[in-house]
């Protein structure tokens, strides 16, 4: 049986935002009608390299579609001149179990991110919002703007905040709207993008934000929200991340993309454990707002709240569209397991 | 970079039993020096397909090696025409977190599981042990009886058993011999193959059980045993199988591949449950057996137990041992991911 395998460069061309972002919305969809299996996320942190690695897998009945992926986060291959980011995913016919891709996890993982926060954005930012803020200058932003952007053309300035290196955050502004015409057709001719160095400054002039950092320090504080704000919380999938302050979550309506996963290891994990906000407090899952059968923002100035740790069934239907598009014209080779 | 990709033919002419054996006693060894992690075993039934799935994975430090496998188990492709067992494996190098390696899972793993089962063979049965019976006549008996001869040549009698389909054991026994001298180059002319239907009368003229099926209720009574009789028990590998009566753990000597695993979906699951034994009545793991730091068999009389469950780490230093070979030989593409 042939086998078709995709490295990050094949994939690039064969993806394309817009397909990908409505994937995400019905995937999610899907799960909130109980048919998606999410199985149990695997992680681990190898201490003598400073590096991280998770597994994540599941299930989507009907697209008869599962697998795996497992992404490698070794930040100190920087320094060896290596790609810091690795992984590869694989698809399997859930009618047989037969394997029928073998991707780069890389690529397809940035897709779904990006279409994942931005649904988020577009199902819970006020609609009038005109300002998004990105937390965290790295290689999530480009495609949470892209996919942003799409949803909400609205949208007329960025600010992009780094908390580690603000030069990144300026050598982003100054090139993103190439990279968006580039890699993703879009044209952000009319948007700004600024790079802010002062977090409290960019969050108090921003009614959307996305937060795509690995802290494990909450970085933005309540007291500079203004009124009404969304926030797509990406960054933190495993233990002990946090990227917003706890009494955050106080009050605000708060979406999660698995409410055990996020429970467990998503944004919402030390404000439970801190006791701001309560279990009983999360208004549903993001496939439920999606699907219509729980109400998203109830009013203009109500905080809202995404907490997304990243489904692997999102990249099965991300990897699906690869897949399809490739076959279609010729890319990537086809083994034989 | 590079990845190699390795198919079941390919890993077929790379792959060596007398190495794999040596890898795997090797592994068992590290897991002992706690230079291991197993990490969280993931498995899943597909009701409607009648099929299941399993995700192993795992980290061998020192050897800087690190990934995962998907097993998926569709019984119903024989209708198909397609083979019922698939599966891919990734190796990662553990310093950079690149993948080096990915491979046909089925065949490494009847290769690994193979030298388990016979390393349990020779690490606890009688010295003078002269007779093997097989519980199972399907894919993974060739491999158990290879590695078991190879490290046990004064076996004389193999009894093969299936107590599903008594022709099978049949063709078996017949074609055994040609295909250990064909796929593993082992002569096994001073042996005697023998398809015994009674299950009662191979248990009570064998020496050492290796049992390979995936039952859920108990096969092998304990009334039937000869005293002084070793099980490697191999099928039991998620929760609620079971292929021997719980009685034979009452007052055996039992080792685990991995404590905590085989309590959770081992041989010894159910026993447990039941109080047939305790968990302080487990002896140690595998790897103290062979580490030398633990006693194994105490007398003659006693019957001794390896309850294995499979172990990631295993395939991964069965996967060297192909990719060595391989690369060295030339065989299987190499792609760019």
């Given at each position: 049986?042939?086998?078709?395998?995709?490295?990050r460069?094949?994939?690039?061309?064969?993806?394309?935002?817009?397909?990908?972002?409505?994937?995400?919305r019905?995937?999610?969809?899907?799960?909130?009608?109980?048919?998606?299996?999410?199985w149990p996320?695997?992680?681990?942190?190898?201490?003598?390299?400073?590096?991280?690695?998770d597994?994540?897998?599941?299930?989507?009945?009907?697209?008869?579609?599962?697998?795996?992926?497992?992404l490698?986060?070794?930040?100190?291959?920087r320094?060896?001149?290596?790609?810091p980011?690795?992984g590869?995913?694989?698809?399997?016919?859930?009618?047989?179990?037969?394997?029928?891709?073998i991707?780069?996890?890389?690529?397809?993982?940035?897709?779904?991110?990006?279409?994942?926060?931005?649904?988020g954005?577009?199902?819970?930012?006020?609609?009038?919002?005109?300002?998004?803020?990105?937390?965290?200058?790295?290689?999530?932003a480009?495609?949470?703007?892209?996919?942003?952007?799409?949803?909400?053309?609205?949208?007329?300035?960025?600010?992009?905040?780094?908390?580690?290196?603000?030069?990144?955050?300026?050598?982003?502004?100054?090139s993103?709207?190439?990279?968006?015409?580039?890699?993703?057709?879009?044209?952000?001719a009319?948007?700004?993008?600024?790079?802010?160095?002062?977090?409290?400054k960019?969050?108090?002039?921003?009614?959307?934000?996305?937060?795509?950092?690995?802290?494990?320090?909450?970085?933005?504080?309540?007291?500079?929200?203004?009124?009404?704000?969304?926030?797509?919380?990406?960054?933190?999938?495993?233990?002990?991340?946090q990227?917003?302050?706890?009494?955050?979550?106080t009050?605000?309506?708060?979406?999660?993309?698995?409410?055990?996963?996020?429970?467990?290891?998503?944004?919402?994990?030390i404000?439970?454990?801190?006791?701001?906000?309560?279990?009983?407090d999360?208004?549903?899952?993001?496939?439920?707002?999606?699907?219509?059968?729980?109400?998203?923002?109830?009013?203009?100035?109500?905080?809202t709240?995404?907490?997304?740790?990243?489904?692997?069934?999102?990249d099965?239907?991300?990897?699906?569209?690869?897949?399809?598009?490739?076959?279609?014209?010729?890319?990537?080779?086809?083994?034989?397991?």
């Amino acid at each position: 049986m042939g086998v078709l395998i995709l490295n990050r460069n094949q994939i690039k061309q064969v993806i394309d935002m817009r397909q990908v972002i409505e994937r995400v919305r019905g995937a999610y969809q899907l799960k909130s009608q109980g048919k998606t299996v999410i199985w149990p996320l695997v992680n681990y942190e190898f201490q003598d390299e400073h590096a991280a690695m998770d597994i994540r897998s599941g299930f989507i009945k009907g697209e008869q579609l599962h697998g795996l992926k497992m992404l490698n986060n070794f930040p100190e291959n920087r320094e060896k001149g290596l790609p810091p980011f690795n992984g590869v995913m694989m698809v399997y016919d859930s009618n047989t179990g037969i394997p029928i891709g073998i991707l780069d996890a890389s690529y397809i993982t940035c897709m779904r991110t990006g279409a994942a926060g931005a649904l988020g954005v577009d199902a819970l930012a006020r609609k009038d919002a005109a300002s998004l803020m990105l937390l965290g200058a790295g290689k999530q932003a480009p495609f949470q703007i892209a996919a942003t952007l799409l949803l909400r053309p609205a949208i007329r300035t960025v600010y992009i905040t780094d908390p580690v290196n603000f030069g990144q955050a300026q050598a982003f502004a100054a090139s993103i709207k190439e990279q968006l015409s580039a890699d993703f057709g879009i044209d952000a001719a009319g948007v700004s993008f600024i790079a802010e160095e002062s977090l409290a400054k960019a969050v108090s002039q921003s009614d959307a934000i996305i937060t795509v950092t690995p802290s494990r320090k909450p970085l933005i504080r309540k007291e500079w929200l203004k009124p009404g704000t969304h926030l797509s919380c990406l960054g933190s999938d495993m233990e002990t991340k946090q990227e917003i302050e706890s009494a955050i979550f106080t009050g605000a309506r708060v979406f999660a993309d698995d409410i055990p996963q996020c429970i467990r290891v998503g944004e919402m994990e030390i404000p439970l454990q801190q006791g701001a906000f309560k279990k009983e407090d999360i208004a549903g899952e993001i496939g439920d707002l999606l699907s219509g059968s729980v109400t998203g923002r109830e009013n203009d100035t109500q905080t809202t709240i995404f907490d997304a740790t990243g489904l692997y069934i999102l990249d099965l239907v991300a990897a699906k569209v690869a897949i399809a598009k490739a076959k279609e014209t010729g890319i990537g080779i086809e083994v034989d397991m």
